[in-house]
């Protein structure tokens, strides 16, 4: 593998190190937090909200400014309010760095899907973002396994220490090894705003279904994290952690995900994948450990390959400001990821997990609802090029 496409990988791994992390942590932050599900849901929430509202910024300015200059700098400066995070003396102090941690990782995600439909053909692209969705799960899997094992033994506190050490070391070896982009130019069609990329009905389905697949995915691991800090179950810190090793389940099957979507077309590939994904969740209403995590990992195995058929459609049906365009994709996402870090919580302390997962299983058939017709007036593109400007590769 060359150095261009390990960096790709490893700018998934930086946008998720620190985002749900604290995860890992929840048991030990809401006991801070005064045990209040609610609060604890939010400080996965607030993150996400600062992911969605700054998304639309960062395409734009890597319109402008470039794709690799903006990867790079966000990806330093995301080591900054985890820091903060670690130091903060109140529950408000620590949401609110939370939210300044969202605001910066647009930059390394949003633009790499850029980065990446601009210096690959199409066929190709739809390999190297499955790499990137790869990265993603990778730097998800070790920013929480880093942070229970961490917070078992030295606190939540050092916890975060270490996140920010490791989310640095990323960053740099992204700095050494992406090179500058070489076939991107900035066209006049930078000047297509937001009201012109949602007036197209293919990126309105592509953007309802990344909401409902993040929205899954926060909700189902907020919530059975609590589940399982709870009796009978009783895992601390460190195990919740270990639980989600279910992620590598996801590095090994989702860089398939490339060769998946070239064979059956994104719509069938997003309706297959929600269908695994709710077969694992309904695997997790047992009372049995190993049982949960099985359906964990095709849970989340399943999202993983709806969002690399989601994100891969956005940056192909996007000929122009393709950045912004992604932007607007991970904006409808993390607003999807914040509300399923909240709106599951009445449900999980009247229901329990079970009403939980009959939540998500309506995101489900919203998402396939609306990414069906959106996914099918996509023309099938050349398998060898991609049209970037009105010029094609």
Same mark, same amino acid.
């Given at each position: 593998?060359?150095?261009?496409?390990?960096?790709?990988?490893?700018? $998934?791994?930086?946008?998720?190190?620190?985002?749900?992390?604290?995860?890992?942590?929840?048991?030990?932050?809401?006991?801070?937090?005064?045990?209040?599900?609610?609060?604890?849901?939010?400080?996965?929430?607030? #993150?996400?909200?600062?992911?969605?509202?700054?998304?639309?910024?960062?395409?734009?300015?890597?319109?402008?400014?470039?794709?690799?200059?903006?990867?790079?700098?966000?990806?330093?400066?995301?080591?900054?309010?985890?820091?903060?995070?670690?130091?903060?003396?109140?529950?408000? @102090?620590? @949401?609110? *760095?939370?939210? &300044?941690?969202?605001?910066?990782l647009p930059g390394i995600f949003a633009v790499t899907v850029a980065y990446t439909a601009d210096e690959w053909p199409a066929a190709q692209a739809r390999s190297v973002t499955a790499l990137y969705v790869a990265g993603t799960i990778a730097g998800g899997f070790c920013g929480r396994l880093t942070a229970g094992l961490v917070g078992e033994f030295a606190g939540w506190r050092f916890a975060l220490v270490a996140l920010a050490c490791l989310q640095f070391l990323v960053a740099w070896l992204i700095r050494r090894w992406l090179p500058k982009e070489t076939r991107y130019r900035e066209p006049a069609a930078v000047r297509v705003g937001a009201l012109e990329l949602l007036a197209d009905a293919r990126?309105?389905?592509?953007?309802?279904? $990344?909401?409902?697949?993040?929205?899954?995915?926060?909700?189902?691991?907020?919530?059975?994290?609590?589940?399982?800090?709870?009796?009978?179950?009783?895992?601390?810190? &460190?195990?919740?952690?270990?639980?989600?090793?279910?992620?590598?389940? $996801?590095?090994?099957?989702?860089?398939?995900? =490339?060769?998946?979507?070239?064979?059956?077309? +994104?719509?069938?590939?997003?309706?297959?994948?929600?269908?695994?994904?709710?077969?694992?969740?309904?695997?997790?209403? #047992?009372?049995?450990?190993?049982?949960?995590?099985?359906? @964990?990992?095709?849970? *989340? #195995?399943?999202?993983?390959?709806?969002?690399? *058929?989601?994100?891969?459609?956005?940056?192909?049906?996007?000929?122009?400001?393709?950045?912004?365009?992604?932007?607007?994709?991970?904006?409808?996402?993390?607003? $999807? #990821?914040?509300?399923?870090?909240?709106?599951?919580?009445?449900?999980?302390? +009247?229901? =329990?997990?079970? =009403?939980?997962?009959?939540?998500?299983?309506?995101?489900?058939?919203?998402?396939?609802?609306?990414?069906?017709?959106?996914?099918?007036?996509?023309?099938?593109?050349?398998? +060898?090029?991609?049209?970037?400007?009105?010029?094609?590769?």
């Amino acid at each position: 593998m060359d150095r261009r496409r390990i960096a790709v990988t490893l700018a $998934g791994a930086a946008a998720f190190l620190t985002l749900y992390a604290p995860q890992s942590l929840l048991p030990l932050l809401r006991t801070w937090l005064g045990r209040d599900a609610a609060l604890a849901g939010l400080v996965i929430s607030a #993150g996400t909200f600062g992911v969605a509202l700054a998304a639309p910024f960062a395409g734009m300015l890597a319109d402008r400014l470039g794709r690799r200059r903006v990867i790079v700098t966000a990806a330093f400066l995301t080591a900054i309010p985890t820091l903060l995070m670690a130091a903060a003396p109140t529950p408000a @102090l620590l @949401l609110l *760095s939370r939210f &300044a941690e969202g605001i910066f990782l647009p930059g390394i995600f949003a633009v790499t899907v850029a980065y990446t439909a601009d210096e690959w053909p199409a066929a190709q692209a739809r390999s190297v973002t499955a790499l990137y969705v790869a990265g993603t799960i990778a730097g998800g899997f070790c920013g929480r396994l880093t942070a229970g094992l961490v917070g078992e033994f030295a606190g939540w506190r050092f916890a975060l220490v270490a996140l920010a050490c490791l989310q640095f070391l990323v960053a740099w070896l992204i700095r050494r090894w992406l090179p500058k982009e070489t076939r991107y130019r900035e066209p006049a069609a930078v000047r297509v705003g937001a009201l012109e990329l949602l007036a197209d009905a293919r990126l309105r389905g592509a953007y309802a279904a $990344g909401f409902a697949i993040l929205f899954a995915l926060v909700g189902g691991f907020t919530y059975i994290t609590l589940r399982l800090s709870e009796p009978p179950f009783n895992l601390g810190p &460190a195990a919740l952690s270990a639980l989600f090793t279910v992620y590598l389940v $996801g590095m090994v099957i989702t860089p398939m995900s =490339g060769r998946i979507l070239n064979r059956y077309g +994104h719509a069938r590939t997003l309706a297959i994948a929600w269908s695994v994904s709710i077969a694992g969740l309904l695997l997790t209403l #047992g009372s049995s450990l190993p049982l949960i995590v099985v359906g @964990l990992c095709l849970f *989340s #195995g399943g999202l993983f390959i709806a969002q690399t *058929s989601a994100t891969s459609f956005v940056g192909e049906a996007a000929a122009h400001a393709r950045a912004t365009a992604v932007g607007l994709y991970v904006t409808c996402y993390y607003i $999807g #990821g914040s509300v399923g870090g909240v709106l599951p919580a009445p449900l999980f302390e +009247h229901l =329990g997990w079970p =009403g939980v997962v009959a939540l998500i299983t309506c995101a489900a058939a919203f998402s396939v609802t609306m990414a069906q017709r959106a996914f099918r007036l996509q023309p099938p593109q050349a398998p +060898h090029e991609v049209e970037i400007g009105g010029e094609t590769l």
